[in-house]
């Protein structure tokens, strides 16, 4: 897979997706105020590391709710949106 959308994430005692595994294969992305919003975050998504990431960028939401990245490519320009 290239990308994956995912609600209600396990997060560990320090708010954060077990990235000692996911790390490998994923670049784990966090809402744009995951570490400074007091609510905890609903939503996560994970982009494959072979897609660069110069096709890639995040949207900030204020939200930890709500997230978005924005793909480009030869295809354009697409915006993956995970709304809990």
């Known amino acids: 897979y290239d ?3 995912i609600q209600e994430p396990y997060f560990n ?4 997706a077990n990235a000692s595994t996911l790390g490998r294969f994923w670049d784990v992305i966090y809402p744009s105020n995951h570490h400074s919003h007091a609510a905890r975050s609903q939503t996560l998504i ?3 590391k072979r897609i660069s990431k110069n096709n890639w960028h995040i949207i900030p ?8 990245i924005e793909l480009t490519g030869q295809f354009g320009k697409v915006r993956i949106y995970n709304i809990y």
Not at 13 to 16: H, K
Not at 61 to 68: K, L, R
């Open 46 to 48: 994970l982009v494959n």
């Open 61 to 68: 939401i204020n939200s930890p709710n709500v997230m978005a």
């Open 13 to 16: 005692p320090v708010n954060l």
């Open 3 to 5: 990308m994956a959308c």
